[in-house]
């Protein structure tokens, strides 16, 4: 069962689309969340409009919000563009095995799903800018929220080149190698805990430290063994240097 949770989660890591439609839906959702709101605390004409929200009418209201999605829908397009000439120089310099570590990074998956959630939340505040005769309606709230959305899509965009620049680094490539081959053990076979340790070295057997043979014993046992042959071959040794000298007459 733990395999198959473990290989579920390695093909959603797999895939580049998972991250980028999750936030959609999450774009989706927060849009109609920002919309009730709207409607909640702005129903009446009568009520006072903070300063920090957006004061225009239904004409400039439209103007930003294309604006808004506009420019993330070019930075989103940049944003591929850029990933693409990632994985074609990767996997001509370094392999296509390497792609794997490009595709499965979450924070490259995060930065374009979020350009596409901000583009789609940016459209579904934009449809429901109306101007009917004297009747204007304009989503305070999620227009201010739009106009948030584009500074922070311009943060995200210079993060982003600057993550897939260090990306490209030999040892930011097997750094996250690395990472991920120690992730995977640890995720398979998890390290004992202390006290599951301390039991099972308490209960194991202690071995007596076996003593190697010094230089001393190895000479003795290596005489040992000449004197036996001489004794068999009936010769005379002389060792002159070691003063050692063996006579079988």
């Known amino acids: 069962m733990k395999l198959k949770i473990l290989n579920a989660i390695e093909t959603l890591r797999n895939n580049f689309w998972f991250m980028p439609v999750?936030?959609?839906i999450v774009a989706l959702i927060a849009s109609q969340v920002t919309l009730m709101m709207d409607d909640h605390f702005f129903e009446s004409a009568d009520v006072n409009i903070p300063y920090w929200l957006f004061q225009g009418g239904t004409e400039s209201a439209r103007a930003v919000v294309t604006v808004v999605a506009t420019s993330v829908g070019t930075?989103?397009?940049?944003?591929?563009?850029?990933t693409m000439v990632v994985f074609t120089l990767s996997a001509s310099q370094y392999g296509p095995q390497v792609l794997r570590n490009f595709i499965v990074d979450s924070r490259s998956q995060v930065i374009l799903g979020g350009f596409i959630g901000f583009f789609v939340y940016s459209l579904m505040v934009l449809r429901t800018i109306s101007s009917v005769g004297n009747v204007e309606y304009v989503p305070q709230i999620s227009v201010t929220l739009v106009l948030a959305i584009g500074v922070i899509a311009m943060f995200l965009l210079v993060y982003f080149v600057n993550h897939i620049a260090q990306g490209m680094r030999v040892?930011?490539?097997?750094?996250?190698?690395?990472?991920?081959?120690h992730g995977t053990i640890d995720l398979l076979y998890p390290p004992l805990k202390a006290q599951e340790r301390h039991n099972e070295d308490n209960d194991s057997p202690r071995h007596e430290e076996v003593l190697r043979p010094t230089e001393l014993d190895v000479?003795?046992?290596?005489?040992?063994?000449?004197?036996?042959?001489?004794?068999?071959?009936?010769?005379?040794?002389?060792?002159?240097?070691?003063?050692?000298?063996?006579?079988?007459n």
Do not use: W
């Open 75 to 82: 930075m989103l397009s940049l944003a591929v563009s850029i």
């Open 171 to 181: 040892e930011t490539l097997l750094e996250s190698i690395g990472r991920e081959l």
């Open 22 to 24: 999750l936030l959609v």
């Open 219 to 248: 000479m003795d046992e290596e005489m040992t063994s000449l004197e036996q042959a001489l004794d068999e071959s009936q010769h005379t040794i002389d060792l002159p240097h070691s003063g050692y000298r063996h006579s079988n």
